[in-house]
């Protein structure tokens, strides 16, 4: 599986908007970019996905490069229920297992 | 909706003793995943299911077992526990394709 890169911490002002970022250079044309977060003594949930073109959905957005190499997950007001930690996650429709790295702690200051 | 359903949520074992954790999802989920998660850390995969009846080994199968007799169960065995497997337990289950998962809510599991 390819492999994704995501700044270990991130802060954020509630009421701001936040832009959390994923590097995925070895990313193959049938990789799907997945974001999950997970909040402190739960297990992850999604949150969006995608393949070529940006997401929205109730939760946040995915804007995705035009060259698929890199990813920001937004969230357009974050709020204190937003703090946990975010992964980033690339899978294919054959794939069967998805690799988590660490992710990012998203801190979100009142 | 359950959603998928981990049991139990807290167990201790002393080192040697088994125990199996189950996960129950009522999605009609193909793939089913068992992972761990230490401390700080990311989730690892150990063992996963594309179907009632199969299984596959993943990142890091040493010490675990698991079955899939039916398509809504998963169950994850530990035969003879050691420290070193003191974790968070997660489940989880997706349709085929790069479908998102559905993750349990965990087990914790203490090994002493």
């Known amino acids: 599986d390819a492999k994704t890169t995501q700044p270990n911490s991130m802060e954020s002002n509630e009421e701001e908007p936040v832009h959390l970022p994923c590097n995925h250079s070895?990313?193959?044309?049938?990789?799907?970019i997945h974001w999950y977060r997970q909040l402190p003594s739960q297990g992850p949930e999604y949150v969006i996905h995608g393949l070529t073109s940006n997401v929205n959905n109730r939760m946040a957005s995915l804007a995705i490069a035009e060259d698929r190499k890199s990813s920001t997950l937004i969230l357009h007001r974050a709020t204190l229920r937003d703090a946990a930690v975010y992964y980033c996650?690339?899978?294919?429709?054959?794939?069967?297992?998805?690799?988590f790295g660490p992710g990012t702690r998203l801190s979100v200051l009142p | 909706n359950a959603g998928v359903t981990q049991t139990p949520k807290f167990r201790v074992l002393k080192t040697g003793q088994s125990m199996t954790l189950l996960c129950a999802q009522d999605?009609?989920?193909?793939?089913m995943y068992w992972y761990r998660q230490d401390p700080g850390m990311g989730l690892r995969l150990i063992h996963y299911?594309?179907?009632?009846?199969?299984?596959a080994k993943g990142e890091v199968p040493d010490g675990y077992n698991v079955s899939r007799l039916k398509k809504q169960n998963f169950l994850l065995g530990l035969e003879s526990a050691a420290p070193s497997q003191t974790s968070v337990y997660f489940c989880?289950?997706?349709?085929?394709?790069?479908?998102?998962?559905?993750f349990g809510s965990g087990t914790r599991l203490t090994v002493v």
């Open positions: 996650i690339l899978r294919d429709n054959y794939g069967q297992n998805f690799v």
């Open positions: 999605m009609n989920h193909e793939y």
């Open positions: 299911s594309v179907g009632e009846g199969t299984t």
């Open positions: 989880a289950s997706s349709y085929l394709g790069a479908r998102p998962y559905t």
């Open positions: 070895t990313i193959s044309g049938t990789d799907y």
